[in-house]
């Protein structure tokens, strides 16, 4: 299983970027999926997760308290990718975002993935 993260890149102030990641391999059922971000001297820290769900009736979903009404995650299930859109960007977002879920490739196991990360930049 890989995840595939995109969508990273350069901003300035106060604009938009959006985030992809995309689950591919052996895979037969795709728990939670969620994004964490990693700033240069600090821990990793989650930014938004979203739960299970259906192509119906959409996972719940939780955010850090830095980015609530500015960040949205949301799932493609028909894909396997999750996106977070996020919107009025500050220069403290700058991060190295990761993606992460749990996976299983059978009814008895469950695995913790993770993507390679994407830089994102935010100019003052």
């Known amino acids: 299983v890989q995840l595939l993260e995109s969508g990273g890149g350069l901003v300035q102030a106060g604009g938009s970027l959006r985030l992809s990641c995309a689950a591919s391999?052996?895979?037969?059922?795709?728990?939670?999926m969620g994004w964490y971000r990693q700033a240069p001297g600090k821990q990793r820290e989650l930014v938004a997760r979203?739960?299970?769900?259906?192509?119906?009736?959409?996972?719940?979903?939780n955010y850090a308290d830095s980015v609530k009404g500015r960040f949205t995650i949301s799932r493609d299930y028909a894909k396997n990718t999750v996106y977070l859109q996020m919107n009025s960007l500050k220069p403290e977002d700058t991060a190295v975002y990761y993606c992460?879920?749990?996976?299983?490739?059978?009814?008895?196991?469950?695995?913790?993935?993770w993507g390679k990360g994407t830089l994102v930049t935010v100019s003052s």
């Open positions: 391999g052996s895979i037969l059922r795709i728990n939670a």
């Open positions: 992460n879920s749990q996976i299983s490739d059978s009814p008895w196991d469950e695995y913790d993935y």
């Open positions: 979203i739960t299970e769900g259906t192509m119906i009736s959409a996972g719940s979903t």
